[in-house]
């Protein structure tokens, strides 16, 4: 395993409070470090990326993210061993557990707000053992509402598609990914269909545009309502001003000004959609590895 010095984590440190004070986001170190030392001996080797939101009443915060983590660690019982989050009795607490039991690893990524703390641990499938919806919803601690949609997602060609899930502890939710898909599953009559089954109005013209240079497809699930809370739809490029739709203003001020660590910039701008209606997601890759191009596609590709 890789170790860390102080300087090094020192220096992610200080890539996270200029983030934090570009987006207007305060930071405090006390607050910061103890995620930092927790899993410090791995951090600065990952794929590292920060991620801020439009919709209201999520934003206020800046994400940092971590992944390639390696797969013999256990990310959730880091995080309460180092009271980064409580013990729960909650279906969250027990879900990671299972899924490890059930699926192959091949690594983990870690999600932290500069404000809200933990939030989240995403258990990546290798690519040779992705997984499927009705078998992952048969654990007894997913959201129910995964199984009352695994025909619609079989309708979409998505069963059997499932690279990767995303488990909230904050916000006490699950996200089910599905990367690597072919591309008509990203033409506008298919996000169309898609929304219409989810019970989610109809997307706009700007927001199709965007989806159909999506490299992923994910929906949020929650333990209180078997509906599907947000479907989202992410975007690669080394450039956003070369997207088909204009970023958001607040997130186009960010980009010469946020920190990179490599010359090779990339950024993601993600479509994300609910029954209350449309929103955008923003995140940039401080630090990049060009392996994770392997589960998605560049805007201009």
């Not at 390639?68 to 989050?85: E, F, G, H, V, W």
């Not at 959201?143 to 025909?151: K, N």
């Not at 996000?191 to 199709?208: K, Y």
């Not at 209606?277 to 995140?283: I, L, N, Q, V, W």
């Amino acid at each position: 395993m890789f170790t860390t010095t102080e300087s090094e984590l020192d220096d992610l440190y200080a890539a996270i409070e200029k983030s934090a004070r570009v987006v207007d986001v305060p930071c405090a170190r006390d607050t910061v470090w103890p995620s930092l030392t927790a899993y410090g001996t791995m951090l600065t080797h990952s794929v590292i990326s920060f991620r801020v939101v439009t919709d209201a009443r999520r934003s206020g915060d800046l994400d940092y993210r971590f992944l390639t983590l390696p797969r013999d660690i256990d990310p959730y019982n880091i995080a309460l061993s180092n009271k980064l989050i409580p013990e729960t009795d909650h279906p969250v607490g027990a879900l990671l557990d299972q899924v490890r039991k059930q699926c192959p690893i091949d690594s983990y990524g870690i999600d932290i707000g500069v404000v809200g703390g933990f939030k989240k641990i995403w258990p990546f499938f290798p690519a040779d053992g992705v997984q499927k919806v009705s078998e992952l919803a048969a654990l007894p601690s997913m959201p129910p509402g995964l199984g009352d949609h695994a025909r619609m997602f079989a309708r979409h060609g998505l069963e059997d598609k499932v690279g990767l899930l995303g488990i909230d502890y904050h916000d006490k939710t699950m996200n089910v990914y599905f990367p690597g898909l072919p591309a008509d599953c990203f033409e506008p009559r298919a996000i169309v269909s898609l929304h219409r089954e989810a019970g989610f109005p109809d997307p706009s013209d700007q927001f199709l545009s965007l989806t159909e240079k999506a490299f992923d497809i994910y929906a949020t699930f929650s333990w209180e309502s078997p509906r599907i809370e947000r479907l989202c739809f992410p975007v690669i490029t080394p450039d956003p001003t070369t997207l088909p739709v204009r970023i958001d203003p607040r997130f186009e001020q960010l980009v010469d000004k946020v920190p990179f660590s490599t010359n090779d910039r990339r950024f993601t701008y993600a479509a994300t959609s609910s029954p209350q209606g449309e929103s955008y997601k923003f995140s940039w890759f401080y630090q990049w590895q060009p392996r994770i191009l392997d589960k998605m596609k560049t805007s201009d590709s």
